[in-house]
Every structure is written in structure tokens, then in C-alpha cells.
T-cell receptor, first 114, second 113 residues
Framework: DARVTQTPRDKVTEMGQEVTMRCQPI?????VFWYRQTMKQGLELLAY????????DSGMPKDRFSAEMPDATLATLKIQPSEPRDSAVYFC????????????FGPGTRLTVL | AQSVTQPDIHITVSEGASLELRCNYS??????LFWYVQSPGQGLQLLLK??????LVQGIKGFEAEFKRSQSSFNLRKPSVHWSDAAEYFC???????????FGKGTRLSVIA
């Protein structure tokens, strides 16, 4: 049963620290999305990639967030420096690029910035 | 810009009763519509999707949804709710191609005995 995996599942850190979240998309999927879920904003897109190339990162605060795909099996989301307002659940999703394809979500990383 | 409205923040139903969760979307072209479910502490699981064709779509766990273009709606239904259906339900829309989803705020479903 192919799944999207995310690590860590939970992260508690102090303001100003660097945070790195990792995602392993389903093997063969060429499209990877990062979403953030907060009580206030709900689920919102941060960035997405197709064939490892970033297509849209307009949802990310550019000064502190960065997203990359070092290879086809790994996507990373970094926050440096982290702030309390970054506390949220960060979801990675993957899929194929076709019109009728769907997105499969990982279990999320719950980030708490103190 | 696309948007999704789920008018009901929280719904409580009795086990065995029928369920309808409302979803309205705003999108200029033909929408690609989805319902996802999120159990506490879990990721999102796809319940069903609509791309084209038959406007009544069947999903997993006994759920179905009906696309009504004239009402810009894609309501989720289940004839008989089980206690295990208690969760948060999200309606979402996107463009053609596997592009980012725009989500509604979600509806939390509680099931009582």
C-alpha cells in the first residue's frame, strides 16, 4: 500500500530555530505539494513541484521558508528562523500530473514553535 | 479566483441517521471537485471526486456526492451514518491538470448514539 511519508510527525522548537520537514512522495509520482493547516486559515498551499521543478511558491513567506526537491524521492520544507505564528500542521501530498489524477496526503508534521 | 464555501462548521447527527454536508464553489470554468475526510491527528483521505460525466458520484465508505452546476454545489451524502464517520470533512476544487487544491474551511461531524 503506497503512502506518502512525512518526518518528523511532531516537532516542538523554540523561536529562532531552524526547522526542516521531510516528505517522501509515493514512488513514481511527479507532483508534490506542501500545504499548511491552521485553525484560522484552514488548509492553504505553500508550494508545489512538478518533476522536481518549483511551479508555485507564492504561498510561502519567502524570507524564512524554503522548499526543495533534492531528488525525486525527497521533498523538504525549511523554516529559518521559526516564529510562533508558524505553528501549524504541514502536509505533503503527491500525485501524477494528469487532469484526472488526485493528490494523496501524508500524515502531516505538527509544528509547535514556542 | 477559485473559492469553496462549506456553510456548516459543525454538524451533529445520530447514528443511523442520514447525512448531507454542503459545499458551494466559485469557479469560472469546469471545476474538478473533491471531498476529503480527516480523522483526528491524521492526514486527509480522499472520499470521492468529480471530473465529468455522471453528476452523482460514489465514493468510499458509502458516501456519495452530487454535482449541480446550476447551484454551484457538490454536496456530500450518506444514507446511514456510523459512529466511525465522526471526523472533519473538506470539500476542495482545482483546475484541470493536477494543480493545487483550494479547500473549504471544513465541516466537523459529530455522531451521537
Amino acid at each position: 500500500d503506497a503512502r506518502v511519508t512525512q518526518t518528523p510527525r511532531d516537532k516542538v522548537t523554540e523561536m529562532g530555530q531552524e526547522v526542516t520537514m521531510r516528505c517522501q512522495p509515493i514512488l513514481g509520482h511527479n507532483t508534490v505539494f506542501w500545504y499548511r493547516q491552521t485553525m484560522k486559515q484552514g488548509l492553504e498551499l505553500l508550494a508545489y513541484f512538478r518533476n522536481r521543478a518549483p511551479l508555485d511558491d507564492s504561498g510561502m513567506p519567502k524570507d524564512r521558508f524554503s522548499a526543495e526537491m533534492p531528488d525525486a524521492t525527497l521533498a523538504t520544507l525549511k523554516i529559518q528562523p521559526s516564529e510562533p505564528r508558524d505553528s501549524a500542521v504541514y502536509f505533503c501530498a503527491s500525485g501524477l500530473g494528469g487532469t484526472t489524477d488526485t493528490q494523496y496526503f501524508g500524515p502531516g508534521t505538527r509544528l509547535t514553535v514556542l | 479566483a477559485q473559492s469553496v464555501t462549506q456553510p456548516d462548521i459543525h454538524i451533529t447527527v445520530s447514528e443511523g441517521a442520514s447525512l448531507e454536508l454542503r459545499c458551494n464553489y466559485s469557479y469560472g470554468a469546469t471545476p474538478y471537485l473533491f471531498w476529503y475526510v480527516q480523522s483526528p491527528g491524521q492526514g486527509l483521505q480522499l472520499l470521492l471526486k468529480y471530473f465529468s460525466g455522471d453528476t452523482l458520484v460514489q465514493g468510499i465508505k458509502g458516501f456519495e456526492a452530487e454535482f449541480k452546476r446550476s447551484q454551484s454545489s457538490f454536496n456530500l451524502r450518506k444514507p446511514s451514518v456510523h459512529w466511525s464517520d465522526a471526523a472533519e470533512y473538506f470539500c476542495a476544487v482545482r483546475n484541470s491538470g493536477n494543480t493545487p487544491l483550494v479547500f473549504g474551511k471544513g465541516t466537523r461531524l459529530s455522531v451521537i448514539a
